[in-house]
């Protein structure tokens, strides 16, 4: 469901398949020190971002941002694995800063595997790196036949409601529930108005931000269209944008987003301890536990092609349900490609050279 | 955190004591067929909500409603107490009709005893009435040092984003977390840009609805400020508004809220069968077996009061936090009573002349 506006414009994209992808960045990852199984998982991961479209989380925006923090020694490429606190329905980990993206698979299936002995599984990991799009992790529950749900708390660039300077991250939450014949659901949202990526993406593909995003640097919404040249003289808005248009219900999903991520697994908050790291709650809730899965898939199933098939308002196309365009983008782009931005293939070139690994090879799947 | 439009005139305001609202409450509640445990639960509900200043889910908003319901035989005074499906950490409840505001509390107490074995907690009912406001069964997780979440599917009032009529409830989520010094975070929201009962109310006080509130009769956004003369002219966007503010995310967060509750306990959403009830998922998370109790009182203090004492925006008066202002009013309003709007007293004289029970004694408790 992403904005035509944050769209690669086609004449700047180049086509590359996924197995290509994958093999460049997972031999990226290798070479920078990370464990064969991590790096798999990590390329995976943002792989899989962007086959779904959802670019502002894929290898485009986010992989440059690992290679330089590994570089700078803010990532640990071997981590060890501290379970700091375990019951038979929950766990606490330390990631000992390892990237997110490499944590949350492990972490999600300590969840699942919770959920099958007493129902539910929730794993909270701190300490850790970026974590990509969470929405990631939620759909390894789904395709256990679990409904699966993701809550992260990280960073410094939302103002809460009348605040004048931001305190609270971009918090996103996800969840992901099995269908039979329809896609997936896949619901993975930012709880500010819009991600805090969408605007660096916004900034490189040259289109204006609209009126509700975000602050300038008093804490004052914008409520114009508006061009961004500088990051540094805006702040994020929560989801609703105003007070009168809701914002205080956005804040108070951010806010949840850290109380079951951040403060339940004895962490900081970024606005208590800069550079505290990502924090993400992943639960499992296993379908058999609750209802005939059966019967889950079925009401899934009449329940989105409802949604999918109803009448659009005048002027609109179609309804969508979170996760389809996800899903369609998934089948398109497997067999046509994944288009990246020229600019990031060059800064492949670069990355590879820079590390003598074989370069990324571009060009479709066929 | 009401908006000023939505509070009772001040010349309309009949203060009433806590002890007379919960015992004339109690006693319609008998007369209608509901146990006297029952009866004390659901009054307890209604007003605790009246006393936390959220006025539309208390007795002046809904109380009128169930008792129009079960005089219709729409709820059941006496239901049994059925647990469909149930796991070391999991279970589900058929209502049978009971009404949500004595159905909550049982449910979030089985929750707290399953969080207290396992780590986590997780009951759903479905087939029940009305739960009021959610945040009252968070909140009672709170109260015993554990983190309490619900989310709520109910109802066909919510238009999804591009389409042209309502498809899901406003299906609200809530969490609470207790502090030490600060008042505990209680977080209560409708996934929709206002609460259904906000509009209901805002006729009541003749007050205008705002921009990005509610769709005209095909689904399109009113984007200009405008009074309701008739509820059928309108339904309700999900929160954001607009998709270029952000609706698809309230939409996403509604249609997780369906998912958790209705769902995943086996039942059916109002779009595929009007009339299913209302369904809540209710969570308590122990946090003593994540973390440390009293360092998640320490940070919960320290997060909390960073946001209440933070520099507002220019022309703000102060930062809240979810949970203060309610925290603020419950103390004003035991103090000095409950302002009920005096056409809701006139309602209370009727009701308790019709069933033959004594009447609300108004006047505040001094």
């Not at 894929?58 to 923090?69: E, F, H, P, Q, T």
């Not at 208590?272 to 379908?287: E, P």
């Given at each position: 469901?992403?904005?035509?506006?944050?769209?690669?414009?086609?004449?700047?994209?180049?086509?590359?398949?996924?197995?290509?992808?994958?093999?460049?960045?997972?031999?990226?990852?290798?070479?920078?020190?990370?464990?064969?199984?991590?790096?798999?998982?990590?390329?995976?991961?943002?792989?899989?971002?962007?086959?779904?479209?959802?670019?502002?989380?894929?290898?485009?925006?986010m992989l440059r941002a690992y290679?330089r923090d590994?570089?700078?020694?803010?990532?640990?490429?071997?981590?060890?694995?501290?379970?700091?606190?375990?019951?038979?329905?929950?766990?606490?980990?330390?990631?000992?800063?390892?990237?997110?993206?490499?944590?949350?698979?492990?972490?999600?299936?300590?969840?699942?595997?919770?959920?099958?002995?007493?129902?539910?599984?929730?794993?909270?990991?701190?300490?850790?790196?970026h974590?990509?799009?969470?929405?990631?992790?939620?759909?390894?529950?789904?395709?256990?036949?679990?409904?699966?749900?993701?809550?992260?708390?990280?960073?410094?660039?939302?103002?809460?409601?009348?605040?004048?300077?931001?305190?609270?991250?971009?918090?996103?939450?996800?969840?992901?529930?099995?269908?039979?014949?329809?896609?997936?659901?896949?619901?993975?949202?930012?709880?500010?108005?819009?991600?805090?990526?969408?605007?660096?993406?916004?900034?490189?593909?040259?289109?204006?931000?609209?009126?509700?995003?975000?602050?300038?640097?008093?804490?004052?919404?914008?409520?114009?269209?508006?061009?961004?040249?500088?990051?540094?003289?805006?702040?994020?808005?929560?989801?609703?944008?105003?007070?009168?248009?809701?914002?205080?219900?956005?804040?108070?999903?951010?806010?949840?987003?850290?109380?079951?991520?951040?403060?339940?697994?004895?962490?900081?908050?970024?606005?208590?301890?800069?550079?505290?790291?990502?924090?993400?709650?992943?639960?499992?809730?296993?379908?058999?536990?609750?209802?005939?899965?059966?019967?889950?898939?079925?009401?899934?199933?009449?329940?989105?092609?409802?949604?999918?098939?109803?009448?659009?308002?005048?002027?609109?196309?179609?309804?969508?349900?979170?996760?389809?365009?996800?899903?369609?983008?998934?089948?398109?782009?497997?067999?046509?490609?994944?288009?990246?931005?020229?600019?990031?293939?060059?800064?492949?070139?670069?990355?590879?050279?820079?590390?003598?690994?074989?370069?990324?090879?571009?060009?479709?799947?066929?």
């Amino acid at each position: 469901m992403i904005l035509e506006r944050f769209k690669v414009p086609e004449k700047d994209q180049v086509l590359v398949s996924e197995q290509k992808l994958r093999r460049a960045v997972t031999e990226i990852f290798e070479k920078l020190g990370v464990s064969a199984e991590d790096a798999a998982e990590g390329a995976d991961a943002l792989t899989l971002t962007d086959l779904r479209g959802v670019e502002t989380h894929g290898v485009s925006n986010m992989l440059r941002a690992y290679v330089r923090d590994y570089k700078a020694g803010k990532l640990n490429p071997k981590p060890g694995w501290r379970l700091v606190r375990e019951s038979p329905g929950t766990a606490v980990i330390d990631a000992e800063k390892r990237l997110g993206i490499m944590m949350g698979p492990r972490a999600m299936r300590l969840a699942i595997q919770k959920a099958r002995q007493v129902g539910v599984g929730v794993v909270i990991v701190h300490n850790s790196g970026h974590f990509g799009a969470i929405g990631h992790y939620a759909m390894m529950a789904a395709q256990e036949d679990m409904v699966g749900v993701c809550f992260t708390g990280a960073g410094l660039s939302v103002v809460p409601t009348f605040a004048r300077k931001p305190l609270l991250g971009t918090n996103p939450i996800a969840l992901a529930a099995p269908a039979r014949h329809e896609a997936p659901m896949l619901f993975d949202a930012a709880t500010s108005a819009i991600a805090g990526n969408k605007i660096r993406l916004a900034m490189r593909v040259g289109s204006p931000l609209l009126p509700g995003w975000v602050t300038d640097s008093d804490g004052t919404p914008i409520m114009e269209e508006k061009p961004v040249f500088n990051r540094d003289d805006i702040f994020q808005l929560p989801l609703g944008g105003t007070r009168e248009q809701g914002s205080h219900k956005g804040y108070g999903f951010a806010l949840m987003a850290e109380v079951l991520s951040t403060v339940l697994s004895g962490a900081l908050p970024t606005m208590l301890l800069a550079g505290s790291g990502s924090k993400t709650q992943f639960v499992a809730y296993n379908i058999e536990a609750f209802t005939d899965l059966e019967q889950f898939k079925t009401t899934m199933d009449d329940m989105l092609k409802t949604l999918r098939t109803s009448t659009p308002a005048p002027g609109q196309e179609r309804v969508l349900y979170p996760g389809l365009s996800e899903a369609e983008e998934l089948e398109h782009r497997r067999q046509h490609g994944i288009p990246l931005h020229k600019e990031v293939v060059q800064w492949f070139a670069e990355c590879t050279r820079d590390l003598g690994v074989a370069p990324l090879d571009a060009g479709g799947p066929r």
